[in-house]
């Protein structure tokens, strides 16, 4: 059963006006799940290809067909009256296996109301809301842990392409052996040997270099649309994707190559970029070979330990800082100034993507099912997926006096949901990542 579980008793004895209401919550719910997953997915939306399914088994494994290369750039065939000559092609396949994982999700315990329409507002949207986003976000962020993890090349602004990193497993304290840890990231980001290292901002001519990396280097190819969400995505078909902070995107307009002038013709840098183009979350259009999206909560990092004004360390060179903080003085939620100084966190972590590169497991409810006006009960009540949010009175109350009992009058509800995580590379070469020394536009110019 999707998004709830064991109805509470409660809900019998609410006024007769809410009865319909109450008994439809299971649909609020998912249509609720629907709108979030859609605002909060990322990576999902165009890797998200593999249906999740119950009993699956703990590993994943992908066997990727293998086309026979091109081989020569000059042809010389045997004239028609001799004999010919005969290729063979031979097509192979690779082969990737990942390890899934499985991590559980819930709010705190509510109290149940018997007025639906605040019930709705006040406890159960919120909630949801809240939960669906986390859920989603962490997705977001174990796809990138294991983006970063296979990829096998790394882009440096300012310095270009550089290959053969670490593809081993990562861990959470950053220094597993043979893979890409919090020493090599700040030794990459400085510079080692014949890489000069992070040089500048994420600019127009290190994405137009990253294309012709991407395209013609590396062979990767362009998206066919998005996946996962309500509608279809004209803006990501023929294009590759870059997943970069509203910070990066919006130095665009000041890159030194926008409104460039050579001697006295105005206009003559890499002005080939729209803006205000927007493709359902999607937006900008680079070259008309590129679509871009903006990231919610980027890596961001310091090559120093980053600490407080009592010189306490908080996070350690080459960790990701966290984005968001809770502020015990006023009860509220704020972004981490850590996290949003340049100073504290000057380097930064954008993607260039092509299709292909990973595959992972889908999140969320699957919008198109949803989209119909006539979905029966049977219907809704058959389908699963992966993450799916329940709401459950099965829990244990802790009464003031420190004594534990069960939930029996159903007057405590809690929002449970648990997620099955999971990513295997494709082809390892079609995507990655770029690593930027963070800038914000001037106020005052010359």
Same mark, same amino acid.
């Not at 500048?200 to 395209?215: T, V």
């Not at 534990?404 to 929002?415: K, R, S």
């Given at each position: ?215 013609? %280097? #590396?062979?990767?190819?362009? !998206?066919? &649309? =998005? /996946? ?8 990501? +078909? ?37 803006? %205000? #183009?927007?493709?359902?979350? !999607?937006? &900008? =259009? /680079? ?8 990231? +919610? ?46 100073? =504290? ?57 420190? =004594? ?43």
């Amino acid at each position: 059963m999707p998004s709830i579980y064991n109805l509470p008793g409660q809900f019998n004895n609410v006024p007769i006006e809410a009865v319909n209401r109450f008994a439809q919550l299971p649909f609020y719910l998912v249509h609720n799940e629907i709108q979030q997953y859609a605002v909060w997915n990322e990576f999902d939306q165009i890797y998200g290809s593999i249906p999740w399914q119950e009993n699956m088994g703990s590993v994943m494994e992908a066997v990727t067909p293998q086309r026979s290369p091109v081989g020569r750039s000059l042809f010389f065939p045997n004239p028609i009256t001799t004999a010919s000559n005969k290729d063979i092609y031979q097509i192979s396949e690779s082969n990737e296996t990942a390890v899934l994982y499985k991590h559980k999700y819930g709010s705190f315990v509510f109290n149940f109301l018997p007025s639906f329409q605040i019930f709705w507002d006040k406890y159960i949207k919120f909630n949801s809301d809240d939960i669906v986003k986390q859920i989603a976000i962490s997705n977001n962020q174990f796809i990138e842990t294991q983006m970063l993890q296979c990829c096998i090349y790394i882009y440096l602004c300012g310095t270009g392409l550089i290959g053969g990193q670490p593809t081993g497993a990562m861990n959470s304290a950053l220094n597993a052996a043979g893979s890409k840890t919090a020493a090599w990231l700040v030794a990459t980001t400085l510079g080692t040997g014949n890489n000069t290292g992070v040089l500048q901002n994420l600019r127009l001519r290190d994405i137009k270099r990253a294309i012709m990396n991407l395209q013609d %280097d #590396l062979g990767a190819p362009s !998206f066919n &649309g =998005s /996946l996962n969400m309500p509608k279809d995505n004209e803006g990501l +078909k023929g294009r590759y994707a870059l997943f970069c902070s509203s910070e990066d995107y919006y130095n665009f307009d000041y890159d030194p190559d926008v409104n460039k002038f050579s001697g006295s013709t105005a206009g003559a840098g890499l002005g080939s970029i729209n803006l %205000d #183009l927007l493709f359902n979350d !999607f937006k &900008g =259009s /680079l070259f008309g070979q590129l679509t871009c999206k903006i990231k +919610k909560y980027p890596i961001r990092y310091n090559v120093v330990n980053t600490t407080d004004t009592l010189g306490n360390v908080l996070w350690p060179a080459g960790f990701p800082i966290d984005p968001e903080i809770f502020d015990p003085i006023d009860q509220k939620w704020k972004p981490n100034p850590y996290y949003t100084s340049l100073a =504290s966190a000057p380097f930064s972590i954008a993607w260039m993507l092509g299709n292909n590169f990973i595959k992972t497991l889908k999140v969320g409810p699957p919008p198109k099912e949803f989209a119909t006006k006539n979905m029966s009960g049977e219907k809704f009540y058959s389908l699963r997926w992966n993450g799916e949010v329940r709401l459950t009175d099965q829990i244990l109350i802790t009464n003031p006096d420190g =004594s534990i009992e069960l939930n029996d009058f159903g007057e405590n509800l809690q929002l449970k949901g648990q997620l099955t995580h999971g990513v295997i590379p494709t082809e390892r070469r079609f995507a990655f990542p770029m690593l930027l020394a963070r800038s914000r536009p001037a106020i005052q110019v010359n």
